[in-house]
């Protein structure tokens, strides 16, 4: 898929750093911290020592301040998903929209562990029924909860009223990839795209949504997000302003 550049835009959210938890509340009142590196091992029981090592279904889901997966791990596999994918399709389309359905059904899961934390952390869980809000969160929080970070800025675009771009300058998914030249369109970052579109459809925002390569000298890696929505979602926002 070709994208060499996204429309015209003006800046939405410049930096991530700059918004707070608060301004996302209605998934999680605390802000996840969740980061993929390696789990510290000393205090755990191992079976050498006559311990039994924590099963991962036994953890407490409301706890996310502690390592989840390691990050060597995460991208290995995710390699290897890329490269199995890739034997059983006919093209680069073909092979973005596979790995949009799988980050689609990870999105679904996201967004109900999310939904699932919120509602046990706070007495009075908010929902969003605004986009630009629902955005800041998928933004923060949600890219904090899947990629240890949040993402490096939102916009939105000047030409067409229904498309918007979260941008991330350094996807941790494409971080040990390298795409031969013949398929330098091929973007990875479709598994990302699918994560925010079923977070989108869960949240009453239903979009079409697209990842695409948009490198500078300085930032080679730089990948957009383009989020397209659909005519009803606009439509409830002019009622609701």
Request: net charge positive; glycine share 6%; hydrophobic share 35%.
């Amino acid at each position: 898929m070709s994208y060499t550049q996204p429309h015209s835009r003006v800046s939405v959210l410049s930096n991530s750093s700059t918004t707070s938890s608060a301004e996302g509340g209605h998934f999680s009142p605390a802000a996840s911290t969740t980061r993929f590196s390696i789990p510290s091992t000393p205090g755990l029981p191992t079976r050498a020592s006559g311990g039994v090592r924590p099963n991962i279904y036994d953890r407490n889901l409301t706890k996310t301040r502690i390592p989840e997966v390691s990050g060597a791990a995460f991208t290995f596999l995710f390699s290897e998903i890329v490269q199995y994918t890739q034997k059983r399709v006919s093209g680069i389309n073909d092979l973005e929209r596979r790995l949009n359905t799988l980050g689609y059904r990870i999105g679904t899961r996201v967004l109900e562990l999310m939904v699932w934390r919120a509602e046990n952390q706070s007495k009075a869980p908010k929902r969003e029924i605004r986009f630009l809000p629902a955005l800041m969160s998928i933004h923060t929080q949600v890219w904090r909860a899947v990629f240890g970070k949040p993402a490096d800025a939102i916009e939105k675009s000047v030409e067409n009223a229904d498309e918007y771009m979260i941008i991330d300058n350094d996807p941790l998914i494409e971080r040990y990839i390298s795409v031969p030249k013949d398929m330098s369109q091929l973007s990875c970052s479709s598994f990302t795209a699918g994560i925010v579109e079923a977070v989108l459809d869960g949240l009453g925002f239903p979009a079409r949504v697209t990842a695409h390569n948009t490198p500078t000298a300085q930032l080679p890696s730089r990948t957009t997000i383009l989020i397209k929505l659909e005519k009803s979602v606009l439509e409830r926002e002019e009622v609701l302003k």
